[in-house]
């Protein structure tokens, strides 16, 4: 079946550094899209990706979507205390039928 | 109004017993799910209801049981509970398969 692995799955930086969180798929997807679930919250979407090659910046995150459309990444510069949390992706491949399959998320903690 | 809401947040029960966690949506969405967080916070798709009608069912035991009496709701029910089935459950729904929301997730503690 569909596998999307991500890494890393902890990351520990100090606040004001950069974070980026890695996803892969093994099949090519249609869209990708990310979400982030604070400590003892729900995920909440932050966005989708549909393109290939696709960028979207939403203040300091930036997401990508592989050329393959296969891989993305999310990158936040210069961590707030705010943005702890897990960020998941989550791939569909076309038709739907699969549903969402989330990676198994990034970890971030960060210290003051 | 919370857009989607699910009941109880918490449920701590004896292995054996049979249980039920209640979801509601009140964003007019097609689609509705159930995924199960571990410990680990791996999130898994387990059903997936596409008005009314059943469209994902992964592999799950058959002592899961999803019901959907009508496009809002989807209750998930659990027979004969076992240690392992302890976990977050998350209630989901989504139009078009875009940008899910969740509920805010029940804790089920099997003893």
């Known amino acids: 079946g569909q596998q999307v692995m991500q890494i890393p799955q902890y990351q520990h930086v100090q606040e004001g550094e950069d974070f980026t969180t890695y996803c892969n798929s093994s099949t090519t997807l249609s869209n990708i899209q990310w979400y982030k679930q604070r400590p003892g919250g729900h995920p909440v979407f932050l966005i989708q990706?549909?393109?290939?090659?696709e960028v979207k910046k939403q203040k300091r995150l930036t997401f990508q979507f592989g050329e393959a459309k296969k891989n993305s990444s999310l990158h936040i510069t210069a961590t707030q205390t705010t943005d702890v949390g897990t960020y998941f992706c989550a791939g569909e491949r076309g038709g739907g039928a699969d549903g969402l399959t989330f990676g198994k998320g990034t970890h971030l903690i960060i210290q003051p | 109004d919370t857009a989607v809401s699910q009941t109880p947040k918490y449920l701590v029960t004896q292995m054996g017993n049979d249980k039920s966690i209640k979801c509601e949506q009140n964003l007019g969405h097609d689609t509705m799910y159930w995924y199960k967080q571990d410990s680990k916070k791996f999130l898994k798709i387990m059903f997936s209801y596409n008005n009314k009608e059943l469209i994902i069912n992964e592999t799950v035991p058959n002592r899961f049981s999803p019901k959907s009496p009508d496009k809002a709701h989807l209750n998930l029910h659990i027979n004969s509970l076992e240690l392992g089935d302890s976990a977050v459950y998350f209630c989901a729904s989504s139009q078009d398969r875009v940008k899910l929301f969740f509920g805010s997730g029940t804790q089920l503690s099997v003893l």
């Open positions: 990706l549909v393109k290939s090659g």
